[in-house]
């Protein structure tokens, strides 16, 4: 069973930072590629990154280019995200999203992971 935690969400200034964490249990963490998803009042959910199994593979939405970094410690079955230049239009619930079964690509679709966490909400007031 595999279970996903976020931890790390809040609220924040507009140019602020914070760094979301993910952990997980039940799983043989290496194997498994993660990402995150935001989903804000009223929208969709939506891709914000992702990471491959060893973590040498991100990619990232265009909102969060150059300023959120995903990383991963296999060794803490943790994947995070570094998020930095926080705008108000950050402000969502920001999910973190796991699977192994695609071996080709790091999916960057929701409907591409099978798990998910509870949510954090990340807050970034103007």
């Known amino acids: 069973q595999v279970h996903l935690v976020e931890s790390g969400g809040g609220l924040v200034q507009a140019g602020g930072s914070l760094r979301l964490s993910c952990a997980a249990s039940?799983?043989?963490?290496?194997?498994?590629?993660g990402g995150w998803f935001r989903q804000a009042p009223g929208k969709e959910r939506e891709f914000v990154a992702a990471?491959?199994?060893?973590?040498?593979?991100?990619h990232y939405a265009d909102s969060a280019k150059g300023r959120f970094t995903i990383s991963r410690d296999n060794a803490k079955s943790t994947v995070y995200l570094q998020m930095s230049s926080l705008e108000p239009e950050d402000t969502a619930v920001y999910y973190c999203?796991?699977?192994?079964?695609?071996?080709?690509?790091?999916?960057?679709?929701?409907?591409?992971?099978?798990?998910w966490g509870q949510g954090t909400q990340v807050t970034v007031s103007s």
């Open positions: 039940g799983v043989t963490w290496k194997t498994y590629y």
């Open positions: 999203a796991a699977d192994s079964q695609n071996t080709l690509v790091v999916p960057i679709t929701p409907s591409e992971y099978r798990y």
């Open positions: 990471i491959s199994y060893s973590g040498s593979i991100q």
